[in-house]
T-cell receptor, first 115, second 108 residues
Framework: DAGVIQSPRHEVTEMGQEVTLRCKPI?????LFWYRQTMMRGLELLIY????????DSGMPEDRFSAKMPNASFSTLKIQPSEPRDSAVYFC?????????????FGPGTRLLVL | KNEVEQSPQNLTAQEGEFITINCSYS?????LHWLQQHPGGGIVSLFM???GKKKHGRLIATINIQEKHSSLHITASHPRDSAVYIC??????????FGTGTRLQVFP
């Protein structure tokens, strides 16, 4: 298995632009998580899905952030409009087994820089 | 005060040393995770614990639910163990709460 796939690996954009991050979970996994990592705040859970349905989005910073999972093999995290404080590494992770406490497999991350 | 605290924040060791990283939490939990983040940024899940002890190769993780404390031990440390080790807990809801990490450097 190729593991969790994220694209792009790096993104540099200007303030105000729309940014879309993509994630392909491991086949057969029914949980998908989006995390953000910054130097100041460390790792934070933004949102997670179970069977393509958003379960908890309380970690999403504000309305500029949205996430979708149209099918079991694809999810997007969108920031519109982007701001410099959104600069971070965004990780996607997936797991199976029916509970968030199962082992999560992380993607390589997308390093976002908003100028 | 953070709900999940790790110590030390930074740790250096000589190859072969026994290493301990600590994690304390202040809330009731149902599970605790130890993660490893490599210098290149990749994150690997090492352990998920709800009680007792787990061992994988040179890594051992323990948890004491009553004392709200977990430790990650590395025996016979090696330079390739150099990474950031992150503790995360699950409480109440399904949300994971992360510690700030312990940066480990092992020198040959």
């Amino acid at each position: 298995d190729a593991g969790v796939i994220q694209s792009p690996r790096h993104e540099v954009t200007e303030m105000g632009q729309e940014v879309t991050l993509r994630c392909k979970p491991i086949s057969g996994h029914d949980y998908l998580f989006w995390y953000r990592q910054t130097m100041m705040r460390g790792l934070e859970l933004l949102i997670y899905f179970n069977n393509n349905v958003p379960i908890d989005d309380s970690g999403m910073p504000e309305d500029r952030f949205s996430a979708k999972m149209p099918n079991a093999s694809f999810s997007t995290l969108k920031i519109q409009p982007s701001e410099p404080r959104d600069s971070a590494v965004y990780f996607c992770a997936s797991s199976s087994g029916g509970a968030i406490s199962e082992t999560q497999y992380f993607g390589p991350g997308t390093r976002l820089l908003v100028l | 005060k953070n709900e999940v605290e790790q110590s030390p924040q930074n740790l250096t060791a000589q190859e072969g040393e026994f290493i301990t990283i600590n994690c304390s939490y202040s809330v009731g939990i149902s599970a605790l995770h130890w993660l490893q983040q490599h210098p290149g940024g990749g994150i690997v899940s090492l352990f998920m614990l709800s009680s007792g002890k787990k061992k994988h190769g040179r890594l051992i993780a323990t948890i004491n639910i009553q004392e709200k404390h977990s430790s990650l031990h590395i025996t016979a440390s090696h330079p390739r163990d150099s990474a950031v080790y992150i503790c995360a807990v699950r409480r109440g809801t399904d949300k994971l709460i992360f510690g700030t990490g312990t940066r480990l450097q092992v020198f040959p």
